[in-house]
Structures are given as structure tokens and as C-alpha cells.
């Protein structure tokens, strides 16, 4: 029973994260239609600077003892994630813009650019080395769920996606902004015939996204660090996340976020070779059967 | 999906082709001399081995940014899998070395670029059902399934270890070399030339055939395309597979001249760097590809030289191409010949 419980935990905590990811990813897509490859490598700098925050902010606080990190560091989660949703804020008027008016293949150029200068900018200020974080998420402690025991920093990111889910979901359904971004997302030049400023919802949209991918790696790295290339794979996972919900639907990557972490735990409980393979698979399918995704419009 | 989107590429003006034409004979005739003019002046530094072996990688990238290209610059679908083709076709030659012991080059390059035929006849079904976004990321999540497969089930593909690939023999073994640096800088210079012509010729006929003015009008206007009764579905799918095709006879001539095949290039980034050679040289003409491959090359082996952080460089030139020269090389080269032509 309590290893079940922990499994049920960990496919909980891996989706709470992608959902963040792939929730920004989704997000960005659903109002700008950008597809933004650069987005895994934001995921990778709020880990960063969240790494580098609390060593920072630990050494100081706690006279340099290592794993002594009190847990009033989880407050530099919001503001590792607002780091890097500015870094979304200047990226979209500056880049991006300009290209709106072209094919929408440059978009995916450019964020494809925009992904290697990124990885080589964390690699200039931090260096090749992986940082961790891990005195935060062992300054937890852990808990007893369901006769299982299990981190208390676990459950705090659990319940931190949840939440963010929900807040997201206030915000885009129950906010004026939320009907702003949905009209802009409908249709652009209409939004802006009814008077929406249409730049200013796209840096807000934009940054609102990166904020989340700046707070998913914030969240991840005291569990498991900060390292070059994590970007990468994270972006990939993202995509199949969103191609199995539907790009650009909040719930679609809510469900997908589920169904991707449900399935990699099973997956690396019994079939650890098909592990990866299983997910793209999955993606496929879905792509085959619904193109727009499960909870997606075409 | 059908409404009318912002078309790739607006078609180079027909009337310009033959002037680019006219400069890639004296190209090709100083590609087939370079072994030559070892020592010569001024050429020379192009001509060391070293330096034909750069070119050999070069040309090698340029046949698969050509076949890259079939998709973008003539269909206007943008893959972000064409590593799949690339790499299926190396690993194709690492298993034929590993499990059967097979070192000819002739039956690499059957098996190499049948494999990829058959890869991108399976892909193929399922992908040119979708256009733009779509098909990026259904061929990116499509070519991580290889790249994951490469990578777990290691007793198969070595993992991250990879395959070993010996020297081959030539023309069904009757040309054999042992001395390693000179079999790659000369009998495979000229072996990469010479199938790096038929790569071109081939694409050159296709493109300028009806099947390839179709599939521009594909590009431009899909729905106008099938208006004038071109079975849009049907040429995508063999443009496809042409494009896989080629872009896998790449990949098995580079698992030999590189000498070791990692599940690197079944990775997604390495489909964007091949992404980068078309966009370098320029995807809206017929010679950008093969001219971005080759000066990607370059660009990577002095950019890597120079700093550790040639990433990050390379994405700062993608980033200035796409905003400033959307056209790459050749495009900077004709604005730069007509305005020569306008100040004269």
C-alpha cells in the first residue's frame, strides 16, 4: 500500500511540474500562436537563479552551514520566477514582435536561437558544473502520507501546482484580463477595433508564461539541481504534454500533464527502457487520432 | 487549418536562376581539383587534408540541408525531425558493421538510404496529414522515439557509447586503404563529391520538374493547389520521402567519415542545426542549402575554436539572420550583385 501511495505521489509531483511548463507553454501559444522553443531553457533559468538564490541567501542566513537552508527560502521561488519573466517581457517586444507579420516557421527559428543563447548564458554566469539546492528540500523533512513516507517539499509542489492551476484558472475565466487575453486570443485585430492594447496584453500573456516556466525550474531544483541541458529535455517533454492536451488549452495541459506523469512512473516502475519512447509514442497517437489534441479546438 | 496562411517564400524570379547556375560550374570544377592544388597559393589552405576533410563534412551537411530543403523551401513544411533521417541512416551502418560484419560502403549506402526510404514511408503517413506548427513538432516528438530507443536500449545500440565504424572498402571492396587520413582525404573527398553532384543533379531535375512546380504552388496556396487538381496529400507524402531519402544518404556517408555514430544525432537539436544550415545559406534558393552546409561547418569548427561558448554564438547568428537576412548567404549575395549593378 505505501508504495503504491508513493508512486501515486511522484506521478502527482511530476505532473504538478510539467504542468507548469507546459501550462506557460501553452499559455504563450494560445494567445500569440508562438511556439516557443526557447521555453525549456527559461524553465532552466528560474532553476538557476533559484539555485544560485538560495546558496546566496542560505550561506548568509544560516552562517554558511550547508543543509541547515531554512524553509523561509521557498519565498525566493516567486522571485526566481519573476526573474525570468522579465527576461520574457524584454524577449517578446524586442524579438519577437517583429516577426509577427511573417510565417509563423521564423517564430520557431528565432526560439530556436533564442534556446542556444540561452544555454550558453547560464553556462557564462554559473559555469559547467550542476548546482543544487538540495539543504532546502532536505530542511523539509518528510511526512507520513497514508503509512508511506514521504518528503514534505514533495507535497509543497504538489500543492503549489495545484494551486497555480487554479489561480490560473480564476485569471483567465473570472478576471478582466482573463476575457482581454481571451479576445486577443480569438482574434487579434478585433481586440484591438474594441480598444485592447494589444502589445501590452502580449508582453503580460508572454511574461505570464515564462513566469511559470521560471517557477517550475525554481520549484524543481531542490530536488533534483540545476544543470546544463535540463532545458532541453524539459521543452520536449513539454510538447508532448500539450500535443496529447492541445496546444493552447490550459486544461488540455492540466490532463496532459496527468496522463505524462502517470504514465512515466508506471513506465519507470516497469518498462525503464521504453520509458521516453512510451511518451512519444503516446504523443503520436494522439496527434494520429485528434490533431488538436484532447480538450483542444482544431 | 485551411485558411490562407503567409506563404514561406515568395518564388525567386525564374529569369535570375541561370546567373547562380553560372556560378556554381567553376564551384564544382574547383571542388573536383582541390586534392590538386595541395601548396598552390591563395587556394592552397583550402587544400590540406585537414581541410578536405572539413570540406567532406561540409558537403555531407550540404546533401542533407538539401534534402532538409525539398520540405521547407519547395513544400513549406518545417521539419524539426530530420534528425531521424540523418541518424537512422548512421545507426543503419552501425548495425550492419556490428552485427553482420559488413564493411563495404556500396551495401551502407543501399541499406543506409533504403532503411531512411522506409523510415520516412512509415513517418510519412502519419505526418504530411498536418502542416506548419504541426508538422514540426509531430516529426520532433516522432524522431525522439529513435533518440530514446538509441538511448535506453543500450545492448542493442550501445547506448551513449555508440557504434565504432571501421574504414569500408570502395566499389564493393576493390578499393581498400589502410592509411586512415589519407583514404579520407582523398579516395572519400572524391567519393562524397562525386555522390554529392548526383544528390544535386537529382534535386536540381526534381525541383524543376512539374512535380516540383507543384510542390510550390503546394507552398503558396494549398487550397488553390488542389483547385487546379494537384493531389496535394499524394505529393507531400513523396516529397517526404524523397526528402527523408536524401537527407539518409547524408547520414550514411557521414557515419564513416566521422568514424563513430552516438544517439547525438538522432537528438532534436541536431535537426535544428540542420534547420540552421538551410536558413545560413538560404532556403528561398535552390543552392542556399548546400552553400549553408558547407559554411556551417566552417562556421562550427572555427566558432568552436575560438570559444567555448559557440552555441550561444551560433544562436546569436540565427537570430540576426532570421531578423535581418532572412534570405541567408545566397540571398546577401544577390542583393549585394544587383546593387553592384545599380551603382555601375
Known sequence: MDVLAVQVLNALLYAAVLFLIAGGLSLIYGVMRIVNLAHGNLYALGAYVMAWAVGVAGASLSGGIPGTAPP???????VAAAVVAVVGAVMEPTLLRPLYRRAEEYQLLITFGLLLILEDVMRILWGATPLSASGLWAAFGSANVLGAVYPRYNLLVIVLGLAVAALLWAVVYRTRFGVVLRATSQDRRMAAAMGIDVGRTYVLAFALGTLMAGLAGAVIVPIQG?????????????????????????????????????????AI????????AVLYLIAAAVLVTRPAGLLGRA | MNEAQPTLAPPVPTARRPAAAWALGPLALLLLLLPLLEGVPLVGVLASPFQRIQMTYGLIFGIAALGF?????YTGLLSFGHSAFFGGAAYTVGF?????GVTTMELWLAAGVAATVLLAAVFGLVTVRYTRIFFSILMLALSQVLWALALKFFWITNGTDGLRIPTPGLLGGLVRTEDKLAFLATTYYYYVLLLFFAAVGLLWVLTHSPFG?????IRDNEVRARFVGIPVRRYRYLAFVVSGGVTGLAGTLWAPLNGLVTPDILYWPFSGRIVFMAVLGGFKSFAGPMVGGVAYNYLETYVIKTTQYWQGLLGVILVALVLVMPQGIIGALGWLRRRAREGA
Request: no cysteine.
Open chain 1, 269 to 276: 516502475q516497469y518498462f525503464p527502457e521504453l520509458e521516453l
Open chain 1, 72 to 78: 523561509l527560502l521557498v519565498l525566493l521561488l516567486p
Open chain 2, 96 to 100: 550492419l558493421v556490428r552485427y553482420l
Open chain 2, 213 to 217: 512546380y507543384a510542390l510550390q504552388a
Open chain 2, 69 to 73: 530543403n525539398l520540405l521547407l523551401g
Open chain 1, 226 to 266: 540545476a544543470v546544463l541541458g535540463m532545458g532541453v529535455d524539459a521543452l520536449v517533454l513539454a510538447f508532448v504534454v500539450v500535443v496529447i492536451g492541445g496546444l493552447g488549452s490550459l486544461e488540455g495541459a492540466l490532463a496532459g500533464a496527468l496522463i505524462v506523469g502517470i504514465v512515466r512512473t508506471v
